[in-house]
């Protein structure tokens, strides 16, 4: 299986202040198709998680503009431009690639 | 808007089958792919596997970890799909999620939460 690996697994940020999420997979994720099938979503307290962004860089409808993915191959990156208290929660990667479909372990997002 | 719905008993004993089921609305069921994910309290996603009927009767892809005791099925006349967990420990207790995608989950239910226990 493909093994997805977030850092950092915590990240405490002050309000205002950028944040940046990395997560690796052991094995490239460019599909068949040319596409690259890294997601990213986001799991507030007690909610269900909610896609950010898919295919690396394509932000959900709705999702504020703060939030930007990028990345290729095997190496990808989350970015908060300005850290807000709503942004609070777990962030995971996840790919739609390879079989099985999995999640990085997730990075708790808190405001110091 | 589309909405994904979870439904099925919170409580399953030791060795028995959990069983779910997830009720679409807002998209053909026909027309997509569909998703059992779960979530042990604390911990991160797992996929279970999906199913479509695309092109198909009803096909399924399984995690392998699990792949000997699930069993996924869809009513396409009730707009539903299912899961069935066989040999249930302690370590199958967790919130279950089911999500619509083929290489993306964009659309998710509520989740419910399965506790094995006896």
């Known amino acids: ?112 | 808007q589309v909405q994904l719905q979870e439904s099925g008993p919170g409580l399953v004993k030791p060795s028995e089958t959990l069983s779910l089921t997830c009720t679409v609305s807002g998209d053909s069921i026909s027309s997509s792919f569909w998703n059992w994910i779960r979530q042990p309290a604390g911990k991160g996603l797992e996929w279970i596997g999906r199913i479509y009927t695309i092109y198909t009767s009803g096909s399924t892809n399984y995690n392998p970890s699990l792949k000997s005791r699930v069993t996924m099925s869809v009513d396409t006349s009730k707009s539903q799909f299912s899961l069935r967990l066989t040999s249930v420990t302690a370590a199958d207790t967790a919130v279950y999620y089911c999500a619509r995608g083929e290489h993306d989950f964009d659309f998710w239910g509520q989740g419910t939460l399965v506790t094995v226990s006896s």
């Open chain 1, 1 to 112: 299986d493909v093994v997805m690996t977030q850092s950092p697994l915590s990240l405490p940020v002050t309000l205002g202040q950028p944040a940046s999420i990395s997560c690796r997979s052991s094995q490239s994720l460019v599909y068949s198709d040319g596409n690259t099938y890294l997601n990213w979503f986001q799991q507030r307290p007690g909610q269900s998680p909610r896609r950010l962004i898919y295919k690396v860089s394509n932000r959900d409808s709705g999702v504020p503009d703060r939030f930007s993915g990028s990345g290729s191959g095997t190496d990808f990156t989350l970015k908060i431009s300005r850290v807000e208290a709503e942004d609070v929660g777990v962030y995971y990667c996840m790919q739609g690639t390879l079989w099985p479909r999995n999640f990085g372990q997730g990075t708790k997002l808190e405001i110091k």
